[in-house]
T-cell receptor, first 109, second 114 residues
Framework: DAKTTQPNSMESNEEEPVHLPCNHS???????IHWYRQLPSQGPEYVIH???SNVNNRMASLAIAEDRKSSTLILHRATLRDAAVYYC??????????FGKGTRLSVIA | GAGVSQSPSNKVTEKGKDVELRCDPI?????LYWYRQSLGQGLEFLIY????????KSGLPSDRFSAERTGGSVSTLTIQRTQQEDSAVYLC????????????FGQGTRLTVV
């Protein structure tokens, strides 16, 4: 019962921007879009979240489509330390974060 | 504390024994989550607490698994009669409230059942 769809893997060159897509065509009006990442041998780490408007923070930007059925996590300048599995998750109110398989991002020096 | 603390960091137990895993959330965080991650796999949701109550226990894989939270703080995940398939990293996370996006994860407890 996957609520989001992400590519299994992506590759980027170091110091290039990375656009990680996520489809969530069944999103409800109260669902927030969350992004987490998991570096090797570590617990997941919060990246960013949003509802309707695009969001920026020190780690990344989140671009949300006007119909909210898709979103894109943007890493403006990939570094080797950004190599991780990136998870796009929908959650609202009292629902827990349910992780899918995510996108494994490889960064090439 | 500064972050979510889990103990022990590693646990090796014999098949059939009971184990208790502990999670100390960030002070003031009302929401607490347990997940497990088998080697090379994604995160599997187990249970979620809001305060001391658990509105969602849907992820507990069997009745050998139970969890409690006292004082709206520390949580314990108990696995009875452990089996080899219980071997995994058990991760705990907390957030200020359920609808806050920034949940913080501990480093996990690596459980090995031999």
């Amino acid at each position: 019962d996957a609520k989001t769809t992400q590519p299994n893997s992506m590759e980027s060159n170091e110091e290039e921007p990375v656009h990680l897509p996520c489809n969530h065509s069944t999103i409800s009006g109260t669902d927030y879009i969350h992004w987490y990442r998991q570096l090797p041998s570590q617990g997941p780490e919060y990246v960013i979240h949003g509802l309707t408007s695009n969001v920026n923070n020190r780690m990344a930007s989140l671009a949300i489509a006007e119909d909210r059925k898709s979103s894109t996590l943007i890493l403006h300048r990939a570094t080797l330390r950004d190599a991780a599995v990136y998870y796009c998750i929908l959650s609202s109110g009292n629902t827990p974060l349910v992780f899918g398989k995510g996108t494994r991002l490889s960064v090439i020096a | 504390g500064a972050g979510v603390s889990q103990s022990p960091s590693n646990k090796v137990t014999e098949k059939g024994k009971d184990v208790e895993l502990r999670c100390d959330p960030i002070s003031g965080h009302t929401a607490l989550y347990w997940y497990r991650q088998s080697l090379g796999q994604g995160l599997e949701f187990l249970i979620y607490f809001q305060g001391n109550s658990a509105p969602d226990k849907s992820g507990l894989p069997s009745d050998r698994f139970s969890a409690e939270r006292t004082g709206g703080s520390v949580s314990t995940l108990t696995i009875q009669r452990t089996q080899q398939e219980d071997s995994a990293v058990y991760l705990c996370a907390s957030s200020i409230s359920p609808d806050r996006g920034d949940a913080f994860f501990g480093q996990g407890t690596r459980l090995t059942v031999v």
